[in-house]
């Protein structure tokens, strides 16, 4: 599930990087001093895409050069871009920093300096992630909380969110009613969104890429409404969200998915599709790994159970919850013990 939420910060550093060569909106004069300062003495500015080139010192050489327009905005997605110089600047100096707590700062500057900014969001959602891979839930929440507040629509926001709140919240937490509504609230966003979702993108980028980022943020919010549901005890329910994530995300391989569902399936008797997908947990999991040997001894236990060479209680019972996690926190330590605190599985 981390991928998403990597793809589409990734698509917008890349439009910053983009951005930042070019003069910003509305500010000629800035812009074209800021892309000489950029480019070095004697290097031309780089006009705003799909605009002429100008002669002589403006393009760099006596013949006249046309910038070559720009690949039109694929449906359904957006491409951020500063409306000034001082904003462009802000923004790159921002994405340079690599410390969430700077990010977030960062992000707190713009809504004072420049209160329509589309990146305060964008820098939240970015500190959002790298709180995440600390496994610093609550911050991570926080900078969730905050991007959404910027920008309700959010898929990364949305995304990441119902996925923290889902995995991270404990059935011994006081608060956990509250906190698992909150994930439900913002999976369900998701889903209400669907074909809607608006996602950050490039000029240009291909439809199939688009709308592959949608299913994934579909399938990650069937998933976090599956993990409510199983931690609640709801197998019928989680089942039924789980096999929809599967069909709604035809790239998902995340063995945690799969283990999860063979759970609540075993717990629901229903063994030889139990089996099935702790099958696919063995064939997905990284060899090794918790999630790996936690679905090789789900799938023998349920091979015995199947042939009659074991009871449950003999073969060791189904784990209330699997131990660990679909990738939405690549540094956390698997636990030992099933619990709803979710670990990495590849790890």
Not at 127 to 154: F, I, T
Not at 264 to 271: A, N, T
Request: net charge neutral.
């Amino acid at each position: 599930m981390k991928r998403i939420v990597l793809l589409m910060i990734a698509i917008v550093l890349l439009a910053v990087i983009v951005v930042a060569q070019q003069p910003a909106t509305g500010s000629s004069n800035q812009g074209t001093a800021q892309g000489q300062t950029q480019q070095g003495a004697g290097a031309p500015a780089q006009p705003a895409a799909g605009a002429q080139a100008g002669t002589g010192s403006q393009a760099g050489t006596g013949a006249a050069a046309t910038q070559p327009a720009a690949p039109p905005q694929t449906p359904g997605t957006y491409f951020p871009q500063p409306k000034t110089a001082e904003e462009t600047e802000a923004v790159k100096a921002a994405f340079a920093l690599t410390d969430p707590a700077q990010i977030e700062k960062a992000g707190d500057d713009l809504a004072t300096k420049f209160p329509d900014s589309e990146f305060r969001g964008i820098l939240y959602e970015r500190a959002m992630e790298m709180y995440r891979e600390q496994n610093n839930a609550d911050k991570a929440v926080e900078l969730g909380r905050k991007a959404l507040a910027a920008n309700p629509d959010s898929v990364t926001a949305l995304s990441g969110l119902a996925s923290i709140l889902s995995e991270k919240t404990r059935e011994t937490d006081l608060d956990k009613e509250e906190r698992w509504a909150e994930a439900a609230k913002a999976a369900n966003h998701l889903l209400q969104l669907g074909d809607n979702m608006k996602i950050p993108a490039n000029p240009g980028t291909p439809v199939e890429q688009v709308n592959g980022f949608r299913d994934q943020a579909k399938g990650m919010a069937l998933i976090a409404l599956g993990t409510i549901e199983m931690n609640k005890k709801n197998d019928k329910a989680a089942a039924d969200y789980f096999k929809q994530a599967i069909a709604a995300d035809k790239n998902l391989k995340d063995p945690v998915v799969y283990l999860r569902q063979s759970v609540v399936l075993d717990r629901m008797k229903q063994y030889p599709q139990a089996l099935e997908s702790a099958n696919k947990v063995v064939e997905l999991g990284q060899p090794g790994s918790r999630v790996a040997e936690l679905g090789k001894q789900q799938q023998q236990r349920l091979q015995k159970l199947m042939a009659g060479g074991a009871t449950p209680a003999a073969g060791g019972a189904a784990p209330t919850s699997p131990s660990t996690q679909p990738s939405t926190s690549p540094s956390t330590t698997p636990s030992t013990q099933p619990s709803t605190q979710a670990s990495d599985p590849q790890r």
